[in-house]
């Protein structure tokens, strides 16, 4: 069974449809790159996935967990790092991931074994007892990162992981992710087509709000002439573009 599974998802704001009938699968041991211009529904769909927005019509199953008929169970089953994830500034970096470890159910002993192992994972131990105000872009975006992950979810939504952070951050967050998607079922919105090619074994390319492709980074790349993944990405979303 797909540990994520999304089937038909739609949404309209006013008269434009953002996202149209999108259909999309997510195995165990599987990290899969969800890709698009600008305004291509990425976030939209991700955000309808995790229970943050409606979906017009459509559903999405967590771990088997409809989203919208057993949503609690399908959100303590998820793992959702959003862009520009709202943190609690006001709190220490290790409160704040006690408070996320009391909402997903942790018991006080499992609490502090899983605020440990997060904040290991996210390379943020140094800064656990600070508040998050005090810290910079880069470490507040691996808090959210540690808050993602602090319950040790099974199926884990990456909305540009890599954001904010400099060259050394992105190169362990890369890691990172490589290393827990040998047992949770990852799906990556991203930008850095790089990164692509460096940790997913499936790109699903989405343009003006449909599915356009979904393929291995090698075999989307070899769409274009030069055999490069960010030659065939422009290509096929201006093609799209232009119908």
Request: contains cysteine.
């Amino acid at each position: 069974m797909d540990a994520l599974k999304v089937e038909s998802l739609s949404r309209s704001f006013g008269s434009r449809q953002a996202v149209r009938k999108v259909s999309l699968s997510v195995a165990r041991g599987e990290t899969v790159a969800f890709l698009g211009p600008n305004g291509a529904g990425k976030s939209t769909t991700l955000r309808m996935i995790a229970g943050y927005l409606e979906p017009d019509e459509g559903d999405a199953w967590i771990n088997g967990a409809s989203i919208q008929s057993d949503r609690t169970r399908a959100q303590l089953a998820l793992g959702y790092l959003a862009e520009g994830a709202p943190l609690y500034l006001d709190l220490s970096v290790k409160d704040f991931l006690a408070f996320l470890g009391r909402t997903h159910g942790l018991r006080r002993g499992e609490a502090r074994d899983r605020i440990a192992s997060a904040a290991e994972d996210a390379a943020i131990t140094d800064v656990l007892s600070r508040p998050i105000e005090t810290l910079s872009k880069g470490y507040r975006r691996r808090v959210a990162l540690a808050g993602a992950i602090v319950h040790d979810p099974p199926v884990l939504i990456l909305d540009e992981p890599t954001d904010g952070l400099d060259p050394n951050q992105k190169i362990a967050m890369r890691a990172l992710i490589r290393r827990m998607g040998e047992a949770k079922a990852i799906l990556i919105s991203t930008h850095q087509l790089d990164e692509v090619e460096a940790m997913c074994s499936r790109a699903i390319l989405i343009d003006r709000g449909e599915i356009i492709a979904d393929t291995t980074p090698a075999e989307l790349a070899a769409r274009a002439p030069g055999g490069r993944l960010e030659d065939a990405f422009h290509a096929l979303t201006q093609r799209e573009a232009a119908v």
